[in-house]
């Protein structure tokens, strides 16, 4: 079994920050990659960040220039640093580990709101 702890989330005005941070454990032999994706009312959960164990990382276009992934591997633990958050990023972020290409485990998920 592997467990995700999601943590960060919670209410910021627009053009504010929030970091949000997932570690993993349990039974973990190797991780192709982690990430984060979100899900907004009423729409399909959409990738927003993914990084892999090599450090190769992708982003949606929407959060280019406004949000960094990292990760810590002796951790197992990814981090999602949001910037300049816009009403559109809110969203339940969820936290994504791959073991391999093909698997994959997800958090329960953090509510990300940002409004004024």
């Known amino acids: 079994q592997v467990q995700l702890v999601e943590s960060g989330g919670g209410l910021v005005q627009p053009g504010g920050s929030l970091r949000l941070s997932c570690a993993a454990s349990?039974?973990?032999?190797?991780?192709?990659?982690m990430g984060w994706y979100r899900q907004a009312p009423g729409k399909q959960r959409e990738l927003v960040a993914q990084i892999t164990r090599g450090g190769s990382t992708n982003y949606a276009d929407s959060v280019k220039g406004r949000f960094a992934i990292s990760r810590d591997n002796a951790k197992n633990t990814v981090y999602l640093q949001m910037n300049i958050l816009k009403p559109e990023d809110t969203a339940v972020y969820y936290c994504n580990l791959r073991p391999t290409y093909s698997v994959n485990y997800w958090g329960e998920g953090t509510l990300v709101t940002v409004s004024s």
């Open positions: 349990g039974s973990i032999a190797s991780i192709f990659a």
